[in-house]
C-alpha cells in the first residue's frame, strides 16, 4: 500500500500545496534578496528552475485534492495557504515588517473559505 493512501485526501492535498507553495514563494520572490545584483533573466531562470519543484507538488496536490474539493475550494485554499506562507517568508527571509494588513486580509480570506466551503459535504 502506497504510503501518501493512507493519508486522508484534505491532509495530502493540504501538505503537497503548502510544500509547493513554499518552492513558489521562493521562485517568485526569493531572488529580490538573493539575486538582487544578477541581470534580471539569471533570475528568472533560477525562479524557472525553483518552480519546476513547485509544480511537482502543486500539480498531484490539485489532482489529489479535486477528488474531493471542487475548482474553487482548491483555489481558496491555495490562495490561504499562499498567505500562510508569504507572510513568515516576507518576515523573516526578506526582512519586511510583519503589517496588520497581514492579518485583514486574512480575516478576508476567512470569508471566502466560508463561501466557498459551506455547504460542502
Same mark, same amino acid.
Given at each position: 500500500?502506497n504510503f501518501l493512501q493512507s493519508?486522508? *485526501?484534505?491532509?495530502?492535498?493540504?501538505?503537497?500545496?503548502?510544500l509547493s507553495n513554499v518552492f513558489?514563494?521562493? #521562485?517568485? =520572490?526569493?531572488?529580490?534578496?538573493?539575486?538582487?545584483?544578477? !541581470?534580471?533573466?539569471?533570475? #528568472?531562470?533560477?525562479? +524557472? %528552475?525553483?518552480?519546476?519543484?513547485?509544480?511537482?507538488?502543486?500539480?498531484?496536490?490539485?489532482?489529489?485534492?479535486?477528488? $474531493?474539493?471542487?475548482?474553487? $475550494?482548491?483555489?481558496?485554499? $491555495?490562495?490561504?495557504?499562499?498567505?500562510? *506562507?508569504?507572510? !513568515?517568508?516576507?518576515? +523573516?527571509?526578506?526582512? $519586511? !515588517?510583519?503589517?496588520?494588513? =497581514?492579518? +485583514?486580509? %486574512?480575516?478576508?480570506?476567512?470569508?471566502? *473559505?466560508?463561501? *466557498?466551503?459551506?455547504? #460542502? #459535504?
Amino acid at each position: 500500500m502506497n504510503f501518501l493512501q493512507s493519508i486522508p *485526501v484534505p491532509v495530502q492535498t493540504v501538505l503537497l500545496l503548502v510544500l509547493s507553495n513554499v518552492f513558489m514563494t521562493f #521562485a517568485w =520572490y526569493g531572488h529580490l534578496k538573493n539575486l538582487s545584483t544578477s !541581470p534580471w533573466y539569471i533570475a #528568472a531562470i533560477v525562479s +524557472w %528552475g525553483i518552480a519546476f519543484f513547485e509544480y511537482m507538488l502543486q500539480v498531484p496536490g490539485n489532482r489529489i485534492g479535486a477528488t $474531493q474539493f471542487n475548482v474553487g $475550494q482548491l483555489k481558496i485554499m $491555495q490562495e490561504v495557504i499562499t498567505l500562510l *506562507v508569504f507572510v !513568515p517568508f516576507s518576515v +523573516w527571509f526578506l526582512d $519586511q !515588517p510583519l503589517k496588520l494588513d =497581514y492579518l +485583514w486580509a %486574512g480575516l478576508c480570506l476567512l470569508g471566502a *473559505v466560508y463561501f *466557498v466551503f459551506r455547504g #460542502a #459535504a
